[in-house]
């Protein structure tokens, strides 16, 4: 609706040693290396026969090539949207690649070619049996596919699936087909659409009824190849009385091409079930002059679709050139919870529009936003978020809260709170703050020793602790590092 | 053997200059008193010594122990022993106190090449200075400053200083907005962290902070420059008298020197 907040920044900040930020800036995408790896791919292109073929080589049943064909159908039909407050370059989607996989199809961990299990290794994610990451099962997905998923048997012991959606839809066909599309509908938007007719693997979740899941669950993806997108398709279903909390990390090379990658994530928790949902959003972002980077079209959507049942998102987005993504929550079940806790940090010439939807449908449903943005170098950062409140959501609460945090001189923080309340009973609040790092805190740092990279993270952390302390210990700080590593350079 | 020499120093703020040839000399474990009108260039002072960004030197010279204290960064110059109660201390949200303090106290040691403190060792420094604070323990679970009442932050301010043992410590105007109560809690914290190889200079529009920590030199800082100095009785004089009397000593001085009158 309103435009609230639209700032830029103008400080003179002192000029540093040069040398020293340069470094800080070339050591600042860890993850960019390149696996050189024999991989199989489609050549670029989109049609009906591309899609066949990307079904036939994942040998998928007939039902699921109509699908997604249907999907294709539908995208053909689409306008690409243009509402978000992003800059896109066009993309053409015909020079594309829309499948990549290592050569040697997917097999057991101890069959996996060791130059993938180096780069897990490299991005800190270990899969083989011995460095194996404590209490946390891993699926690990290279450009189109799941190269491996770790703690299998103490998983199925407890009666929990987690595996690949590729072998999802091979071996738990049914449970596939009654959940793939009912949260996300195939055309429910352009890059949704997209993926739907495209999507080559992802990670299939499924808990059974009154089952504590019991480890993390995380997948990790990687793109690794030159020219491709990646389309993945992630569904987690907790059935009634269950508890999940799943993490995803992302990753890709430093590359001068933008690469694509449109994803589709769908949560049903049915009664009284709990889904925690974690991403750690580390996609390359693009050199300082904005060439290349991951171009970030995603849709999340979460169904409380039970009573009593609950879906937090926590989401920390550094990456990514550009990045559009609202994860959301229908709180379709009465007294069902919906939360968003958000970090989306820009930088250079990073654009984000990302934020949330909460739709209470529901009798007493409940739903909190906090969303924290930061703003450096010559980037954008837009909230974007939606509180629909439909008429039969009695006693239905919302609370938002957003925050932008703005660093340097020529970048952007926007606001974009949308409200639609049909019931009246309803209580909505909304909280908005834009702030700078203040000349006096970054001084009063330095007076006390503390120098100004070190002072400006410190600062910076403190005003994510809200949505740090959503994430698994482990992931809190990775992302407070990430975020580190991010801003240097930022000031001076 | 001198902690601090200043040589006439000038400097600018925002293109106007503030100090006009200011000089100073602090030996070790001495308390300077330095007061003046308003607009005296008093907190200048202070922010110039700490090497605040905006404040600009056009001539003159600070030595600090045998360094040259303008050639440090602001970091490099909390990290060699000069420590700044701010009279306005900053809020940092979200980030708590304890790790603030543990952080500045490890990037000072770090920089003067010693051993960084783990967080046992620093909890167990943090509780001894807490004890001669009389500062209660909640403090250290907030975030900086953030929700602090007045005599709260000051009382952190001199908790810090505390903590970081600073060979000179300025503290700027922390009297201001005090109750008696307050200023009392500091100014024993303060006095708890007096001992012959630590200076301080005690910048003040009230001589009352003065009556609690007793000072060994009082100066006047008027236009830019001490224009007198003495020992605690020039407070006592000022106090009775104001500034007024010191145009005939120094013609030099403009009315608008020294119409600040102190409270």
Same mark, same amino acid.
């Given at each position: 609706?309103?435009? &609230? ?103 057991? #961990? ?20 011995? $460095? ?9 997905? =290279? ?12 998983? $199925? ?114 009664? @009284? ?66 939360? =968003?806790?958000?970090? $989306? ?21 409940? &739903? ?7 703003? $450096? ?6 909230? @974007?978020? #939606? ?47 834009? &702030? ?10 330095? &007076? ?38 991010? #801003? ?5 | ?14 293109? *106007?200059?503030?100090?006009? /040839?200011?000089?100073?000399?602090? *030996? ?33 010279? +600070? ?23 701010? !009279? ?6 979200? %980030? ?37 604070? !009389? ?15 007045? /005599? ?50 005690? +910048? ?25 100095? /003495? ?9 009775? !008298? ?18 600040? %009158?102190?409270?």
């Amino acid at each position: 609706m309103n435009e &609230s907040e639209n700032m830029t920044r103008e400080v003179a900040a002192p000029v540093r040693d040069n040398a020293e930020v340069e470094a800080a800036l070339n050591r600042r995408y860890e993850a960019g290396f390149v696996t050189d790896i024999e991989s199989t791919s489609l050549p670029p292109g989109l049609s009906e026969d591309t899609v066949r073929q990307l079904s036939a080589i994942k040998g998928e049943p007939e039902w699921m090539t109509e699908w997604r064909l249907a999907a294709y159908r539908h995208w053909l039909t689409m306008p690409e949207p243009d509402w978000a407050k992003l800059d896109i370059a066009p993309i053409d989607y015909q020079s594309v690649s829309y499948y990549s996989a290592p050569k040697d199809g997917p097999k057991s #961990l101890d069959e996996v070619d060791p130059k993938l299990l180096e780069t897990y290794e490299k991005l800190g994610v270990p899969l083989h049996e011995r $460095a194996k990451l404590a209490g946390v099962a891993v699926d690990a997905v =290279f450009d189109s596919v799941s190269v491996g998923t770790t703690f299998r048997k103490e998983l $199925a012991e407890a009666g929990v699936i987690f595996c690949s959606m590729s072998e999802a839809i091979r071996e738990h066909g049914d449970l596939v087909r009654q959940y793939l599309g009912s949260v996300v509908p195939v055309g429910d938007n352009y890059f949704a659409a997209l993926n739907s007719a495209v999507f080559s693997d992802g990670s299939f979740v499924f808990i059974p009824k009154g089952t504590r899941c019991p480890m993390e669950l995380s997948t990790y993806f990687r793109i690794n190849a030159i020219n491709t997108g990646q389309f993945e398709r992630t569904l987690i279903v907790a059935e009634d009385d269950s508890y999940v909390s799943y993490l995803e990390g992302c990753t890709a090379p430093m590359r001068d091409e933008n690469q694509l990658h449109a994803a589709v994530v769908e949560l049903v928790a049915l009664e @009284r079930a709990q889904i925690k949902y974690s991403t750690v959003q580390n996609w390359y972002p693009g050199d300082e002059n904005g060439v290349g980077g991951i171009y970030n079209f995603v849709t999340k959507r979460g169904d409380c679709r039970g009573a009593d049942s609950k879906i937090s998102w926590t989401q920390v987005e550094t990456g990514s050139a550009i990045t559009w993504k609202y994860p959301s929550c229908v709180l379709r079940g009465d007294r069902s919870v919906g939360e =968003f806790y958000s970090v $989306a940090l820009t930088h250079h010439r990073q654009q984000a529009d990302t934020g949330t939807k909460m739709i209470h449908i529901g009798k007493g449903t409940k &739903s909190k936003i906090v969303a924290k943005g930061i703003s $450096a170098g010559r980037s954008s950062n837009s909230y @974007r978020g #939606l509180v629909k409140i439909e008429k039969g959501a009695d006693g239905a609460r919302n609370y938002t809260q957003c925050d932008s945090l703005l660093i340097g001189k020529q970048c952007g923080a926007h606001t974009f709170p949308y409200m639609e309340v049909k019931n009246p009973g309803a209580i909505v609040e909304h909280e908005a703050t834009t &702030s700078k790092i203040s000349d006096d805190q970054l001084f009063y740092c330095l &007076s006390r020793g503390i120098g100004e990279e070190d002072a400006v993270s410190m600062i910076v952390d403190g005003f994510c602790k809200q949505v740090f302390r959503e994430l698994p210990m482990e992931f809190a700080v990775e992302a407070k590092k990430l975020l580190e590593v991010s #801003l240097e350079g930022a000031v001076g | 053997m001198h902690m601090l020499k200043i040589d006439n120093l000038h400097a600018r703020v925002e293109g *106007k200059e503030i100090l006009k /040839g200011l000089s100073l000399t602090v *030996k070790p474990g001495e308390v300077h008193a330095i007061m003046g009108p308003n607009g005296a260039g008093k907190s200048t002072l202070g922010n110039v010594l700490a090497g605040r960004d905006g404040y600009e030197v056009t001539a003159g010279s +600070v030595d600090f122990a045998g360094r040259d204290l303008l050639a440090l960064e602001p970091e490099e110059r909390a990290a060699v022993g000069v420590f700044l109660a701010f !009279q306005y201390p900053v809020e940092i949200p979200g %980030v708590n106190n304890t790790y603030f303090l543990r952080a500045a106290l490890n990037a000072q040691r770090k920089f003067r090449g010693e051993e960084e403190l783990d967080s046992m060792r620093f909890l167990k420094l943090v509780r001894e200075k807490l004890k001669v604070m !009389q500062i209660s323990d909640e403090l250290l679970h907030r975030a900086v400053n953030e929700g602090f009442s007045g /005599g709260e932050k000051k009382r952190n301010e001199i908790f810090q200083m505390a903590v970081l043992e600073p060979k000179l410590a300025i503290l700027d105007e922390t009297d201001s907005g005090l109750d008696i109560d307050a200023l009392k809690q500091v100014a024993e914290g303060v006095n708890a962290l007096r001992s012959p190889d630590r200076s301080f200079v005690i +910048v003040t529009h009230y001589q009352r902070l003065l009556d609690y920590i007793e000072p060994d030199f009082v100066h006047v800082l008027a236009g830019g420059r001490i224009v007198e100095s /003495g020992d605690k009785d020039l407070a006592l004089k000022l106090e009775e !008298q104001g500034y007024a009397w010191l145009a005939e000593k120094h013609p030099e001085l403009r009315k608008a020197d020294l119409t600040g %009158v102190p409270a």
